[in-house]
T-cell receptor
Framework: GQQVMQIPQYQHVQEGEDFTTYCNSS?????IQWYKQRPGGHPVFLIQ?????EVKKQKRLTFQFGEAKKNSSLHITATQTTDVGTYFC???????????FGTGTRLQVTL | NAGVMQNPRHLVRRRGQEARLRCSPM?????VYWYRQLPEEGLKFMVY????????ESGMPKERFSAEFPKEGPSILRIQQVVRGDSAAYFC????????????FGPGTRLTVL
């Protein structure tokens, strides 16, 4: 079956440093979504990418979709403590759009 | 604008008991998804329902688990004869349309089986 892997599993940065998480799928994706889950919280939708090579920005967050539509990345510039949480990519599969989540990257930010 | 509501937020059951988890989707949303998150793991799809219909239950364990979304009232995820391995966070999500729209997640029900 389809596998969606993310690296790294965990990253600890100091506030102000940059952070990147990478998402790789074993199959070609129709589109990709990104979610953030705070500790003890629930996933919150961040963005959806649809087009090959697409790049979208949300303030300090930059999302990219690979040219082959098999990988994606999320880059955070100048992290803040509010960025703490686990970031998941997710593939909305088929007509039902059930989400196949990546393995997640847990981000810890310290002062 | 109430978001997705789930209750209870925390549920403790002894082995062999039944657990009933409830989910009320966002207003106007008729598509409901259930996901399970085991401790320190990612989220796994369980079941997708529309009003009165189960559309995709490919992620549901074959035994002891069932789900419904009646015409009136919340969606229910039911786990019979719970075992310790059922301890997890169960999230419900709803969407306006299954056509690649974002899913809005509820706060989850944390199930602990003693």
């Amino acid at each position: 079956g389809q596998q969606v892997m993310q690296i790294p599993q965990y990253q600890h940065v100091q506030e102000g440093e940059d952070f990147t998480t990478y998402c790789n799928s074993s199959t070609t994706l129709s589109n990709i979504q990104w979610y953030k889950q705070r500790p003890g919280g629930h996933p919150v939708f961040l963005i959806q990418l649809v087009k090959s090579g697409e790049v979208k920005k949300q303030k300090r967050l930059t999302f990219q979709f690979g040219e082959a539509k098999k990988n994606s990345s999320l880059h955070i510039t100048a992290t803040q403590t509010t960025d703490v949480g686990t970031y998941f990519c997710a593939d909305p599969t088929g007509t039902a759009s059930k989400l196949t989540f990546g393995t997640g990257t847990r981000l810890q930010v310290t002062l | 604008n109430a978001g997705v509501m789930q209750n209870p937020r925390h549920l403790v059951r002894r082995r062999g008991q039944e657990a009933r988890l409830r989910c009320s989707p966002m207003k106007g949303h008729s598509h409901v998804y259930w996901y399970r998150q085991l401790p320190e793991e990612g989220l796994k799809f369980m079941v997708y329902l529309q009003k009165e219909n189960i559309i995709d239950e490919s992620g549901m364990p074959k035994e002891r688990f069932s789900a419904e979304f009646p015409k009136e009232g919340p969606s229910i995820l039911r786990i019979q004869q719970v075992v310790r391995g059922d301890s997890a966070a169960y999230f419900c999500a709803s969407s306006l349309s299954p056509s690649y729209n974002e899913q809005f997640f509820g706060p989850g029900t944390r199930l602990t089986v003693l």
